[in-house]
């Protein structure tokens, strides 16, 4: 991995939205929101969802969104190195880091963090997890994707964290994807968006893209744009409950293990 130096890469990024929009902590009320992916299941889409959806909130105008990548494999960090686009930026992080990290992306004027964790339960994604705002399950409509969905409910559930269910690389018409969803609903809430499989979803990363780079007019487009159009929406609603259940003080962020003071923390070399 070449981008292992500290937070967001290319803040040009980030300056160019301050000349276009002025200054980023004009955004009352809109603070960091994190939104991890997890599942225990590996190749259940969370890479192809991080990148895909990080990309999607850039376009709808949620930004300016950062990038994590919480996986040793990197490959979400890859996908990022390749491409050419300044938008969405990429902070290298570590567990340990992860915290403060996002306490300083706060700072910067980042408002969605998208992070991407390995397919396995383990305390690194308990840390995730407990950062996050919203956890997203992608599961394929498979018996085995299916059986393993339990732990990473679990690990949503004892960290009170909400999660949402989206069923990936669906064939369409497959009569066990309808089946998925109503097995998923037993466990939690299904993503009214079904994300079919189409080579497209893949071959589109190759250079860094996403499908709505490459094909933006295409059935793939559509559905991670409603795909975020929902989860955006869950996102604000849980948002909301936070703020009302905490002070009225806009710069309360909102995760309440850090009502300690974590806002306006600086970071050691910052
Ligand atoms: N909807 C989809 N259609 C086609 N291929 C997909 C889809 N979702 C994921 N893939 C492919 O499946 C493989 C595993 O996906 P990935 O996102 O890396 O899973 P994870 O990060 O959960 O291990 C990758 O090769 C990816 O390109
Ligand atoms: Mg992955």
Redesign the pocket.
């Known amino acids: 991995m070449a981008n292992m130096s500290l937070t967001a890469h290319r803040n040009s990024a980030l300056g160019e939205h301050k000349a276009r929009h002025g200054p980023l902590f004009r955004h009352r009320g809109s603070p960091l929101r994190i939104l991890a992916?997890a599942?225990q299941?590996?190749?259940?889409?969370?890479?192809?969802?991080?990148?895909h959806l990080a990309v999607q909130m850039v376009r709808a105008g949620a930004g300016p969104v950062v990038l994590i990548d919480i996986?040793p494999q990197g490959?979400?960090s890859d996908w990022w190195n390749e491409r050419e686009a300044g938008e969405p930026a990429f902070a290298a992080t570590t567990v340990a880091r992860l915290a403060a990290d996002l306490d300083a992306l706060r700072q910067q004027g980042f408002r969605m963090a998208v992070i991407?964790t390995p397919?396995a339960i383990t305390v690194a994604i308990q840390s995730v997890v407990s950062v996050a705002d919203l956890v997203l399950i992608?599961t394929?409509p498979s018996p085995h994707d299916l059986r393993a969905v339990g732990a990473t409910v679990e690990l949503c559930d004892r960290a009170g964290k909400p999660l949402i269910f989206v069923v990936?690389?669906?064939t369409p018409k497959a009569r066990i994807t309808s089946e998925a969803a109503i097995a998923l609903s037993q466990h939690g809430t299904v993503a009214p968006v079904t994300?079919?499989?189409?080579?497209?979803?893949?071959a589109s990363?190759i250079d860094g893209r996403t499908v709505m780079e490459v094909n933006p007019d295409g059935r793939?487009a559509i559905e991670i744009e409603q795909l975020w159009s929902y989860v955006s929406d869950r996102l604000d609603k849980n948002f909301r409950r936070t703020v009302i259940g905490g002070s009225a003080n806009s710069a309360i962020g909102p995760l309440p293990q850090r009502a300690g003071g974590g806002f306006g923390r600086r970071m050691a070399g910052q």
Do not use: C, V, W, Y
């Not at 299941?41 to 990148?51: D, E, F, I, Q, V």
């Not at 994300?195 to 893949?202: L, M, V």
């Open positions: 992916l599942s299941k590996g190749g259940s889409g969370k890479t192809t969802l991080s990148g996986d490959s979400l991407d397919p992608p394929r990936n690389a669906a994300i079919h499989q189409r080579t497209e979803f893949a990363m793939s």
